[in-house]
């Protein structure tokens, strides 16, 4: 296992993350503990010592299983991570009431690591609204207190999201987590994410390195363009050693829902392979033509929106339409949109065609509305 440096930690570059752990009958609410449990020990005898899970996982029945998990073992052999769920915003005037049910699930005293869950566009005024919820406040005395170690937040927002919190909180936040791969490097403009929290020397903790499984396998002819730089190296690793390619990522977070996954994640993680300019060029060149089919090809110039009488901010609107495209469903667009007044939202457009008028792309937008709010049902 190879470890990264955190303050005055040594973490192992792979984390466990508990949101995909093996259930039963395929219902994400019955997690297989046997076979959780299974794979705890094997991470932990193979080197792992970062264990991540959050409130919602699983039914809410990831920190149960994991807390279970970890019972065996002294505390201080493993890094905890869990999330206050501020996604939920019933959960919002709840912080100390759900805080204190994680340490009695999970069964600690303390957590190593502890986030803002998901900071995001129908989110961000209740986290920074401290007077009335204090959310801020009261993870910031736990942390005074010693109940949290380390104190950082996850991110699906856009980048105006993640600027204000960090304009807000960033000097008091210890990391990030971002949803990073080298396909969202440019689709969720990740590069320029990691640009921002660098600039605050805040350190990257990854999510979704294989974008829910999607880069774990990919077109026979983008196989081979791999195969042929590297022969020995799996398709999945290809994902792991682009984030060991940046250098201000510490914690490389895998939810791994077998232990077969888990086996070969760890053999990937005996070692560190960066990859060379060539292979870094090749991959995004891969994520490229992948991105280029079912999206549209929006470059944000902005004309379209003085042409629209609706008042519709047509470029955000299509970045999340190709979000939503590609993933072929999720939550991060319907999520983005549900902070949106319902009149600024794609079925608002009335199908005018002015912006098309003037886009550089030639793009159909007002069938791309048709068709988001279709998909959107």
């Known amino acids: 296992m190879i470890y990264r440096v955190f303050q005055d930690l040594k ?40 264990y991540d ?22 505390r201080e052999n493993f890094y905890l991570a869990t999330k206050f769920p501020g996604y939920d915003p019933g959960n919002w005037g709840k912080v100390e009431e759900i805080f204190e049910k994680q340490l009695e699930k999970l069964q600690v005293e303390y957590f190593d690591f ?12 209740a986290y920074l609204d401290d007077e009335k919820y204090g959310i801020y406040s009261y993870l910031m005395e736990q942390k005074k207190n010693g109940r949290i170690k380390h104190l950082g937040f996850s991110c699906h927002g856009a980048m105006d999201i993640l600027k204000r919190f960090l304009d807000a909180y960033g000097n008091d936040m210890e990391f990030c987590q971002l949803q990073l791969n080298y396909l969202d490097w440019t689709f969720q403009h990740d590069k320029e994410k990691v640009e921002v929290l660098n600039e605050k ?9 294989l974008r829910g499984g999607k880069l774990a396998k990919l077109e026979p002819a983008y196989e081979e363009s791999l195969k042929a730089l590297r022969p020995d190296e799996e398709i999945p690793a290809w994902a792991f050693r682009f984030l060991q390619s940046i ?14 996954q888990l086996e070969k994640n760890l ?10 300019e060539e292979e870094m060029q090749t991959l995004l060149g891969i994520a490229d033509k992948m991105l280029s089919v079912g999206t549209v090809p929006c470059t944000a110039c902005h004309y379209c929106v003085s042409h629209c009488p609706q008042g519709l901010d047509i470029p955000h609107l299509l970045s999340l339409y190709n979000e939503h495209a590609y993933t072929g469903g999720g939550f991060i667009a319907p999520m983005a949109l549900s902070a949106l007044d319902e009149d600024k939202k794609p079925q608002s457009c009335i199908g005018c065609r ?3 008028q ?11 509305m048709a068709d988001f709010t279709e998909k959107l049902g």
């Open 358 to 368: 003037v886009c550089p792309q030639q793009i159909k937008i007002s069938e791309v």
């Open 114 to 125: 502890y986030l803002f869950h998901n900071v995001c566009e129908m989110n961000i005024d």
């Open 247 to 260: 250098p201000s990522v510490t914690m490389i977070l895998s939810g791994m829902s077998n232990q077969e």
């Open 53 to 74: 899970t959050a409130w919602g996982y699983h039914g809410e029945n990831s920190e149960l299983v994991m807390g279970k998990a970890l019972a065996k073992y002294p």
């Open 267 to 276: 053999k990937t993680f005996e070692t560190d392979q960066k990859l060379n």
């Open 354 to 356: 002015s912006c098309e």
């Open 201 to 209: 020397n805040i350190p990257v903790w990854v999510m979704e390195p």
């Open 11 to 50: 973490l192992s570059a792979l984390g466990f993350g508990a949101m995909r752990l093996p259930v039963i009958d395929g219902d994400d609410s019955r997690i297989d503990e046997a076979a959780a449990m299974k794979m705890v020990d094997t991470a932990m005898a193979n080197g792992i010592n970062y």
